[in-house]
């Protein structure tokens, strides 16, 4: 799966290569761009499959923006609900941080598109776990490999990638 993964966000044209700002401010000199791999209807496929193989009927969670398309996906292939996380509470309407349901305790599973620092994972997971949920696993597309899993094991949470950098990087 992980080699039809790769090939698929290859062929979406998502890893880029020259000179990117990150969004913590750093630069890199190659970007994935999660916008073209979750609107390409295969590599949404391979990725809500693979998510799908790595979970048991945990309620799902997916960071807003970018995890929305991935969650989405991951529920219809496993059939589980799911919540989005805004990165703050929207000043209208209910005012949620949280949108969909789930119950006090419930452990929940953060679904995110690519991790460099783990940043806005380890902001869903402090949302979630304020609003009440048990979070311990947070699945990625695609690691960096710059501090994210360690910055999560920090927050007690472990985080599990489809595809590292070295691995999309490989003989490019």
Excluded: W
Excluded at 13 to 41: I, N, R, W
């Amino acid at each position: 799966m992980t080699d039809d993964l790769i090939a698929a966000l290859r062929a979406a044209d998502a890893v880029q290569y020259g000179e990117f700002e990150l969004s913590h401010g750093g630069t890199s000199e190659y970007y994935v761009d999660k916008y073209l791999f979750e609107t390409d209807p295969h590599c949404l496929r391979l990725i809500a499959e693979a998510f799908a193989e790595r979970l048991d009927g945990t309620r799902l969670a997916g960071v807003a923006l970018g995890a929305v398309p991935l969650v989405a996906a991951t529920s219809v292939e496993t059939d589980t609900p799911y919540v989005i996380v805004r990165k703050k509470a929207k000043e209208y309407g209910t005012g949620n941080q949280i949108e969909g349901r789930f119950e006090d305790g419930e452990e929940v599973v953060v679904l995110e598109d690519i991790a460099t620092t783990g940043q806005s994972a380890v902001d869903a997971v402090e949302a979630l776990r304020d609003a009440g949920a048990v979070v311990n696993r947070v699945l990625v597309v695609v690691d960096r490999e710059e501090g994210g899993r360690e910055n999560l094991a920090e927050h007690d949470v472990e985080m599990e990638a489809l595809v590292t950098a070295s691995e999309l990087l490989e003989d490019r």
